[in-house]
């Protein structure tokens, strides 16, 4: 297993389109993925999930994997979190 921290600077948070991309990436890896804010964990290849979330911008997240890629799954997330989605 996993993890690392991540706090959202973007704009709108994780929702809609940030969120999709956040999930499209989770699913490029095979291990599974979990997003957690607090004491809530959510599957980080459901959009249902991470939106539930209700994560705004501030937001410390632990984003964590467990499998065979599970370091490249998180650093890849935590990168596209930092990266602001590319906005």
Known sequence: MYTKQVVLNNQVGLHARPATFFIQKANEFKSSVWVEVEE???NAKSLLGVLSLGIVK????????????????????????ESNFSE
């Open 58 to 81: 501030g937001t410390e997240i632990t984003v964590i994997s467990d499998g065979a890629d599970e370091k490249e799954a998180v650093d890849s997330l935590v990168e596209l979190v």
């Open 40 to 42: 809530r964990r959510v």
